[in-house]
């Protein structure tokens, strides 16, 4: 069946192909998770036998520098010694419990020591499932039900989040998916990003029914969103004013752009907090945390229920504490920061002395392909929709050995792990495939 594939590339990926015809017989579309497909850059997915460093290997052993990182968990590349050896160490007493372990304490009381504002968090096993707990909890805290979230951010696939604005500034939202209620989508708001007036005209309107504003401080799940960092102080000012809880959603900013996340970065401190991703080094965690008195509204002590069969396991633990150790130490977000500024200041330099219509938009060690050639772009409707440039971009950089997340709003994450002449190579690589699109 493969055969029949038009398979263009010079790479062999014909065990890459072999396996998605196989996988498209077990899983819908072939997949666990939807943009794993590859439906937005076209072609077929690669099937990744193994990783070390910032380097992955396909089934077909075909090698390639990794800047999707497992879509930004692994902030110190692949298997790295500290985080295996913790995962292994740990795995040697057994791998669930059920029961309270010595390892949840050791992570969250590192966590809480370093993170002021949060007295207190639970664990989950995803960062949908900690957006959607701190949801709730915002709901029973406050005693309302709606909630606002902003046009261009994604908090998982939560049912109240998996909405849409309908038309207009200020809206309830419609569901994006189906099997999503439309009452649901009534209860949530959805506003744009970076726009003060309609933020505060909507808040004031309905302050009475909104439980909490949900944001993720630093959009990057549709290109990398930058905020005026006035935006979020007004919005914090207006939910403090009006009684509504912020919700961060930091489960990709969390431990990634400073070890206290885009709190940290703006010094804006939300109510609730949720985590997911680099918390886990690479196993299934999550987690939302706030001051006491609203955490004490969660069950046991409190009357907000949730629960998980394997939250806090100990493994993930073990490896969410063996890599936030490394997190922690001096120098590593600047780092990292130095490492992603390598490569966006050639590209950008490139593409500004050629006139391409192409920015790298940076914030740390996230970087995003901006296809409207715009530095800064700060709401959803801003984003340039035609991905054909990033598409071919994509495929040619597959075929030079560098992966990227397969669609154009995704963003690149750089690891600790990636190397000076890594970084080189990317960057040459980039400049060549930008040369190939805009020149052909
Ligand atoms: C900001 C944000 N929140 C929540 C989630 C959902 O996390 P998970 O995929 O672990 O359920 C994601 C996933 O990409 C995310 O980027």
Redesign the pocket.
Known sequence: MYKEMKITSPIKRTESARLFEASKTFFPGGVN?PVRAFKSVGGTPLFIKKGNGALIWDEDDNEFIDFCCS??PLILGHNHPQVFSSIVSTLENGSSFGAPTRKENDLAQFILERIPFIDKMRFTS??????MSAIRLARGYTGKTKIVKFDG?????VDALLVNAGSGLATFGTSSSAGVPEVFANETLVLPLNDIETLRTCLTEYADDIACVII?PIP??NGLLLQDKQFLLVLREICTELGILLIF?????GFRVAFGGAAELYAITPDIV?Y??ILGGGL?V?AYAAKKHIMAFVSPDGPVYQAGTLSGNPVAMAAGLAQLKECAKNNFYHELEEKALYIVNQVNAFTEENNYPLKLVSLGSIFWFSFNGRKSISAAKEINPDMTNFNRLHAFLLDEGIYFGPSGYEVGFISQAHTQAQLEKASKKIQEGLAFIFKS
């Open positions: 998770s879509w930004g995803s960062g949908t499932e900690a957006v951010c994604y908090h998982g696939h993720e990057a799940n959603d930091e489960v990709i900013s949720t997911g991703k299934p999550g």
